[in-house]
């Protein structure tokens, strides 16, 4: 079988279906042993979708009966926040949840197989535990090395697409060759699963790999109306698709296998968010090329337990408080940020949470001092460009940049910085005061209009208004 398609849209769900019937690989399930973290933190909103994509991805596999010994690190106390997302819900918004009830979490904890450590021990923990397991299991085991946090953006550095275990200071990375490194010179079967950014660094000869997104990035849900992030696309995808193997009695149906399996992931998330570009991955290990892959990821050998549905999100019709002066402000302001057509990335949903939280009154002070220095340099410069246009109008480009509906893509934006005009001009260029961990420090729909005028006056002219805006802006 040819090695599956990384990218794209992709052709039928069912193409890769390996029948029970027709295949002798699936006549033996394998022994099974889990080692997975999450690197969610309760002080960083930007980790908030994390905790449910690991807690749901845990509920899948408990109590089958070929798993062995499983461990799955976080850093902080599930119990506190699920009370603090109200309640660990996963999935759109808009469509019933699943739903992680407190008690399978208490559950968890007192049988020790999910373990809170501090949280820049997270990663080292997991890789020790994986170390640990791939030198105890033999080749009758599989093994699921699953891994729910960012991937670093950095295209010009070699820790570009590594899995943040820890977001720090210092951060605590890890790499693929780590994880080679842990199973060097044992027999197991490894498969890494990850919902991270950017994964396809993580396809190795040493060991299968299952991802969210090979060259790009992979979104989230968008928060529900009580204000709780409700997950990323691929856990709940991946989840959807390893209960559908089974029948309606329980009975396993069939395998989805390479192809297979990373069309359906797809095609399960370009359903949900229809909009935007979807690249998951599966890759196989040089062992593994030889064989159907009914095994990767290792599947439950069990239908999985049924999960409580929560019905769709209901904004709360409870009035929001009279806000002071201050926030009344502030409120303006984000008025005016979602009202501007701004990109639909990581940093929108975040500034989003932020307002939506503003507005309840329940937004935190260092969050609040950080959501004014955003959204005041990024009007500043939004009225900047304004009044520059009004006198040379870049072609093609609405007048007023809040009207405007497209931005610089990822691709675009990387070749943009890296035109040597810009590189001198990189210390004046509108770099924001906050922005997520994905994504880039400057505004894709400014960087558009500052292109246009580049192209129209010349790097000079850009170059003495930047400097001049720079200095206003201060």
């Not at 398609?5 to 006549?27: D, F, I, R």
């Amino acid at each position: 079988m040819s090695e599956p398609a990384v990218g794209g849209n992709v052709g039928g769900v069912m193409a890769g279906v390996q029948q029970l019937s027709l295949n002798k690989e699936g006549t033996e399930m394998r022994k099974l042993r889990i080692v997975a973290f999450c690197s969610a933190s309760s002080s960083d909103p930007k980790d908030d979708p994390f905790l449910p994509d690991f807690l749901l991805l845990k509920n899948t596999f408990q109590k089958q009966p070929n798993l062995g010994r499983e461990k799955w690190f976080l850093g902080v106390d599930p119990v506190v926040e699920e009370a603090r997302l109200n309640g660990i819900l996963h999935g759109d918004p808009e469509r019933k949840r699943k739903m992680i009830s407190s008690g399978l979490i208490n559950a968890w904890i007192a049988d020790e197989s999910l373990v809170q450590v501090d949280p820049p021990d997270v990663g080292p923990r997991a890789l020790q535990e994986l170390r640990t397991a791939a030198q105890e299991c033999g080749a009758e085991y599989d093994i699921l090395f699953l891994t729910i946090g960012h991937g670093r953006r950095e295209r010009h550095l070699p820790t570009h697409g590594h899995v943040v275990a820890y977001t720090g200071p210092p951060p605590v990375l890890i790499s693929p060759s780590e994880v080679e490194a842990a199973i060097a010179g044992t027999k197991a079967r490894v498969t890494m699963v990850s919902n991270s950014c950017f994964g396809g660094v993580y396809c190795s000869p040493k060991f299968n790999y299952i991802g969210a997104s090979n060259k790009k990035e992979a979104w989230a849900h968008v928060r529900g109306g009580s204000d709780g992030a409700r997950g990323t696309l691929f856990p709940g995808c991946l989840d959807d698709v390893l209960r559908e193997e089974f029948l309606e009695d329980e009975s396993r149906g069939y395998f989805l296998t390479a192809d297979g399996l990373r069309n359906a992931i797809f095609h399960k998330m370009d359903e949900i968010l229809p909009a935007y570009f979807h690249d998951p991955i599966v890759r196989r290990s040089d062992a593994q090329r030889g064989h159907t892959g009914i095994g990767i990821p290792p599947r439950p050998q069990i239908a999985p337990g049924e999960v409580t549905l929560a019905n769709a999100s209901i904004p709360s019709p409870s009035p929001s408080p009279i806000p002071d002066p201050v926030s009344a402000q502030l409120l303006d302001i984000g008025d005016y940020y979602l009202s501007s057509n701004p990109e639909k990335g990581r940093t929108f949903w975040l500034l989003d949470i932020w307002i939506a939280r503003l507005r309840k009154g329940t937004l935190r002070d260092e969050s609040a001092k950080l959501l004014k220095s955003y959204l005041t340099y990024h009007r500043s410069w939004n009225q900047e460009i304004n009044t520059y246009i009004t006198k040379s109008h870049p072609p093609k480009l609405p007048k007023k940049i809040e009207k405007c509906t497209v931005w610089l893509e990822t691709e675009e934006i990387q070749e943009f910085l890296a035109t040597p005009e810009i590189k001198k001009l990189d210390s004046f260029l509108p770099n924001h005061p906050i922005i997520h961990i994905g994504e880039w420090e400057h505004d894709a729909k400014q960087l558009l209009y500052l292109k246009a005028i580049l192209d129209k006056v010349g790097a000079a002219t850009l170059g003495k208004w930047l400097r001049r805006s720079k200095r206003r802006l201060k």
